[in-house]
Structure formats: structure tokens, C-alpha cells
């Protein structure tokens, strides 16, 4: 973990920093990425928000960036360390993220249809346990 000494010296790079990444944005945890080729820290900046929501954004990226949270501002800014150990991640290209998005949705879609057959089924079942005792045997013409 980091020091009070490293945490300070982190805060006032990161808050002299001029290079930053919206939230909102997309690709902002690839952002980081990229921003942490070259520099320890990255101030990540979101729109005014409610208060406490700064906080819920900076729990999020953290885990989702693997980055260590160092400040975050009331001025809706958030400072993150890289880690001392730092590996860049392996990043899909726009060939393999569209094919992921595109296998999720069908996935979305294919189990709104399978819990739509479910309830069918289970209506029928229903129907057929209901009706099983009142219909009367078919009538023999001789």
C-alpha cells in the first residue's frame, strides 16, 4: 500500500496534471489505460452530481481499472494511481468488442424469448392439470 508521504505526492501531481478524462464518455477505463503509459496518475472528471455519487464513481472505476483512488474533489474530480506494479491489460480491438456486444445481445435476446416459451409451458401444464378430471370419455357409436 501506499505511504502518506507517496498519497501526497501523487495528490499534487495529479491535481497539476492538465491532461484528464471525462466520465460519460465512452471507453473511460481504456482512457486510464492509455493515460497510464506515460504518467502514474490520471484525474478523471465527472459532471456536478448528487452528493456521495462522486464516491460511488470512484469504487467503480477503481475496480474496474484496477487503479488506486487517491483523491476525490469536491469539484467532482477523482485522482487514481496506477499501482506500483503496473501491467497494462489486454484490450479487445473494435473487431472483437463488436463481436462480444453483438454475442451479448443475442444472448439477451434468445432468453427473453426461452423465459417467454417457460411460461407458455407452464400455462399449458396448468391448463391440462385443470382440465385432466372434467373431460368425460368419448362416446362409442355402435
Not at 506515460?38 to 456536478?48: A, F, G, L, M, Y
Not at 484490450?91 to 416459451?117: D, R, V, W
Request: hydrophobic share 30%; net charge positive; charged share 30%.
Amino acid at each position: 500500500m501506499l505511504t502518506e508521504e507517496e498519497k501526497h505526492y501523487f495528490k499534487r501531481t495529479g491535481e497539476k496534471k492538465k491532461n484528464f478524462i471525462l466520465v460519460g464518455r465512452r471507453g473511460v477505463v481504456l482512457n486510464m489505460h492509455l493515460h497510464w503509459k506515460k504518467h502514474e496518475t490520471v484525474k478523471v472528471i465527472s459532471k456536478p452530481c448528487r452528493p456521495g455519487q462522486i464516491h460511488e464513481y470512484a469504487e467503480e472505476l477503481a475496480r474496474l481499472s484496477k487503479g488506486i483512488v487517491i483523491d476525490t474533489r469536491p469539484n467532482s474530480s477523482i485522482i487514481f494511481y496506477r499501482g506500483k506494479n503496473y501491467a497494462r491489460p489486454e484490450t479487445l480491438s473494435k473487431q472483437k468488442a463488436l463481436e462480444k456486444y453483438k454475442y451479448g445481445q443475442s444472448l439477451e435476446h434468445t432468453s427473453q424469448f426461452i423465459e417467454k416459451l417457460e411460461k407458455e409451458l407452464e400455462d399449458y401444464l396448468q391448463h391440462v392439470a385443470r382440465y385432466k378430471h372434467h373431460v368425460s370419455p368419448p362416446l362409442l357409436s355402435i
